[in-house]
């Protein structure tokens, strides 16, 4: 369950300014119990050379919604979580406008973490389904 919920939209979001969610644009915009939703804008910095939205741009998205989610569920001050292994299922391209993602927390275990994260269009459409295990490391 993710209990860290002092953090606000706006403190997750401010993330270091040269980092790749930030220059792809991605923004969270909700948090439950079990869940997060974020965004991501299709456009040139995002597109593939035939003008969609790159496979490895939706991993990205998921990445991030699932590493931010894990954060979320650990005591910080302790345990810190890197991705482990991600799958990837692009179903669908997309040309402009915005993709959203929800991660959903599949199992939180001591050692790993796995969300479920559905990207979709702005008119609902599925885009990507991605399976993410995060590793929780202790911090030295």
Same mark, same amino acid.
């Given at each position: ?20 969610p ?30 969609? #939205?790159?496979g490895? /741009?939706?991993v %990205?998205?998921?990445?991030?919604? &699932?590493? @931010?989610?894990?954060?979320?569920? +650990? ?8 991705? #482990?292994?991600?799958? /990837?299922?692009? %179903?669908?391209?997309?040309?402009n &406008?915005? @993709?959203?993602?929800?991660a959903? +927390? ?21 885009v ?12 030295a």
């Amino acid at each position: 369950m993710i209990t860290q919920k002092q953090y606000t939209l706006e403190m997750l979001n401010e993330g270091g300014p040269m980092t790749l969610p930030k220059h792809l644009g991605i923004e969270i915009t909700e948090v439950g119990d079990d869940y997060l939703v974020g965004r991501m804008p299709v456009e040139p910095r995002t597109h593939q050379p035939m003008g969609i #939205l790159h496979g490895g /741009a939706s991993v %990205v998205l998921a990445e991030t919604l &699932g590493s @931010v989610g894990s954060f979320l569920c +650990l005591d910080s001050s302790k345990f810190y979580a890197v991705g #482990l292994e991600i799958n /990837a299922n692009h %179903v669908r391209s997309v040309r402009n &406008g915005y @993709v959203y993602g929800r991660a959903s +927390l599949v199992h939180l275990g001591k050692t790993t973490h796995i969300w479920d994260i559905r990207i979709t269009s702005e008119d609902g459409k599925l885009v990507n389904i991605s399976r993410l295990t995060m590793a929780i490391l202790p911090i030295a």
